[in-house]
């Protein structure tokens, strides 16, 4: 976390309480270790899919299925549907499970396999695309994704600071000096790209939101 612990659990207190579901989710994640989203990108993934009036929305990493129900619940109320990838059996399952006691089936379908397979054989465009999978991936994906979103669409990137070592000057470990290395080059490709306006909000572990440029 790159700023105080404590802002973050104020900000989190302003969300109000989270229903039993997600709650239940956030316990999960936390005792196994999956990295799934702050409550407040959740929050704001689903203020930004109701905003943007997205109707097909395309996920890249499930995991179990937290960020895809903060994204399904406003894609239901804007009449859309979220398609979310994940290579993990397990773990999709259980986001599938998730996703029926949601009541969202109807709004979501999950594809299991490597997106960067996956992303190849998609023909249709997304007006919303998140992308929170593998960050050593992330330029992967994004090259892949590019003719995905459709004019005006929206693209948010999760975890683009990593823990804050993406800014130049920090110190880590030099077993994440890939990681690192590759979101700074990430951020710099999407940021000078002219098709997209891009700002990155630092907040969560950093996102990056950007808006693909009518043509
Ligand atoms: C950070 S977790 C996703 C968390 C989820 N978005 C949330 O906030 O609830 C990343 C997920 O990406 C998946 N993943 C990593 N590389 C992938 C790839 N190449 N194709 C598909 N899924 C991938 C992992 O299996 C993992 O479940």
């Keep these: 976390m790159f700023y105080p612990f404590e802002m973050e659990q104020y900000l989190e207190t302003l969300l109000g309480e989270r229903d039993p579901l997600l709650r239940e989710m956030e316990e999960q994640a936390l ?19 109701h905003m943007s009036k ?18 399904a619940r406003a894609a ?29 089936t109807n ?17 249709s465009m997304f007006d919303f695309v998140f992308i929170d999978a593998a960050k050593g991936e992330y330029l992967e994906y994004l090259n892949l994704i590019y003719p995905l979103i459709s004019p005006g669409g929206l693209l948010v990137v999760d975890n683009v600071l990593f823990r804050g070592w993406v800014v130049p000057g920090s110190s880590f470990a030099s077993k994440y000096d890939r990681m ?14 002219s098709d997209f306006s891009t700002t990155v909000l630092p907040f969560g572990d950093g996102v990056s939101v950007s808006r693909r440029i009518d043509t």
């Design 76 to 104: 239901k109320e804007t009449g859309g549907h979220v398609t979310t990838i994940d290579m993990n059996k397990d773990r999709l399952f259980r986001a599938q499970e998730y996703i029926k006691r949601a009541e969202l």
């Design 180 to 193: 690192v290395g590759g979101l700074r080059q990430f951020l710099q490709e999407l940021s000078s790209n």
């Design 54 to 71: 997205a109707q097909a929305v395309l996920e890249v990493g499930t995991a179990i299925g937290y960020s895809t129900i903060w994204l």
């Design 107 to 123: 709004h979501v379908t999950a594809l299991e396999g490597d997106a960067r397979k996956i992303l190849k054989t998609l023909d």
């Design 31 to 49: 005792r196994e270790t999956i990295p799934v989203v702050t409550p407040m990108v959740g929050n704001f993934l689903n203020l930004l899919v």
